[in-house]
């Protein structure tokens, strides 16, 4: 007996969602590292001594954007946990299914 396509459909539709929250979280990494760069960056601006309302400007830009990206990482983070979560309970409704090695076949347990 081979899976149902039903079920089959919904893990191809659940990696596919995972996978696609998988590249934001990752994107979203991006955005730190470009965060760190620019606080990086803000050493050299001490260095020439630029203004002071300058320097407020860019650690306010760069902080925003922390914690923006912290903000869209958390939700990332809770959308792939709720989908893995639903992918585990919806696998334990699954029968258990065993594979015949003479027959080359799924078969329900």
């Known amino acids: 007996m081979c ?4 079920i089959a459909s919904d893990i191809k539709e659940a990696v596919a969602r995972v ?12 955005h730190l590292d470009f965060s760190i760069e620019n606080l990086e960056d803000l050493k050299e601006e001490f260095a020439e001594g630029t203004d002071k309302d300058s320097i407020d400007t860019y650690l306010y830009i760069a902080l925003f954007r922390i914690k923006s990206t912290k903000n ?3 939700e990332d ?16 409704k699954m029968p258990e299914f065993t ?4 027959k080359n076949e799924i078969k329900n347990r």
Not at 21 to 28: C, I, K
Not at 78 to 90: D, G, P, R
Not at 99 to 102: C, G, M, S, T
């Open 77 to 92: 983070i809770k959308i792939i946990k709720s989908y893995l979560t639903y992918f585990i309970e919806s696998s334990s």
């Open 72 to 74: 869209r990482l958390e």
């Open 99 to 102: 594979y015949d090695y003479e």
């Open 19 to 30: 996978s696609c929250y998988l590249d934001d979280f990752g994107s979203h990494i991006s």
């Open 3 to 6: 899976i149902d396509e039903t």
